[in-house]
């Protein structure tokens, strides 16, 4: 049921962003995770983005997978995603015409303050091993996007099967923000993006129930990409609105606002455009 609902609000969504027949203004429609959008951090970049180029962005936010769904379903012209080994074979596969990672921050495991596992200081996997061994109640996104595509890489990498039948493991098939909600409901432990969970911090006044537990080392990177759908698979595709969005979010001027947004004074993102180069 909630998929079906899902699915159908995307729908609607989408036939919005397709009917650009009301706007002053050229219409760049994307996919992306729900993580840019709960977080604001797209209502802070749009409107500059107009201001610069003339160009109005329009998105749906939802998980990574669901976002690669509608760029291979020719939906969108541009995808912002966090899932680096999924966004490959996207590319792979002749989906995307071009992909460049633009910032990123770092996922995070919270929980209850009374921390019923005892994971609070441990090493990623030390806290996935302490969590499945105690039973403690774990609300996973379910939902195949790039934070539940990490979560299960991390049970992996911890030497355990995935969840799937246990009592204690709980999928909610939704977002972030609404998984985090449910999780504080339960006094359960969850995988969070950082900047979700700054957001969550701040809307509980900096005294959230839920506290982030571990974290911290190059397992829990969170690496964000933008890109552009081949016009060769998807033949409304706008090209030159698309590329012309990529090159305006990896300036040195759009890489320093995204640095420059912070929430409760803790910057969320970090832009790394030029890494590599």
Same mark, same amino acid.
């Given at each position: ?108 495991? !919270? ?7 005892? !994971? ?78 700054? *957001? ?22 969170? *690496? ?45 993102? !970090? ?7």
């Amino acid at each position: 049921m909630y998929k079906l609902l899902s699915l159908t609000l995307i729908f609607f969504a989408l036939y919005g962003l397709r009917d650009a027949s009301s706007s002053e203004h050229p219409v760049l429609t994307m996919a992306t995770t729900t993580s840019t959008d709960n977080t604001g951090l797209l209502d802070y970049l749009v409107t500059r983005f107009r201001s610069d180029t003339g160009i109005e962005l329009r998105w749906v936010a939802v998980g990574t997978g669901k976002a690669l769904m509608l760029g291979r379903n020719c939906d969108v012209d541009v995808l912002m995603v966090h899932d680096p080994e999924a966004e490959e074979e996207f590319m792979k596969r002749g989906f995307g015409f071009e992909r460049k990672p633009f910032m990123y921050n770092e996922f995070v495991l !919270i929980g209850p303050r009374n921390d019923p596992a005892g !994971i609070r200081g441990m090493s990623v996997n030390e806290a996935m091993k302490a969590i499945a061994k105690w039973g403690a109640i774990f609300v996973s996104r379910g939902d195949e996007s790039g934070t539940h595509k990490r979560e299960m890489s991390l049970w992996r990498a911890a030497g355990l099967s995935v969840p799937g039948r246990e009592p204690w493991y709980i999928e909610t098939g939704q977002g972030m923000r609404n998984t985090i909600q449910i999780a504080e409901e339960l006094g359960a432990y969850t995988l969070a993006d950082r900047g979700t969970y700054v *957001q969550y911090e701040a809307d509980n006044h900096g005294n959230p129930p839920l506290v982030v537990l571990v974290d911290g080392g190059s397992t829990l990177r969170n *690496q964000y990409s933008v890109i552009v759908v081949n016009p060769r698979r998807c033949k409304d595709v706008q090209l030159g609105l698309a590329l012309r969005f990529m090159r305006w979010l990896l300036s040195s001027d759009t890489q320093r606002l995204i640095a420059g947004y912070k929430i409760l004074g803790n910057q969320l993102f !970090i832009p790394n455009a030029r890494e590599g180069e």
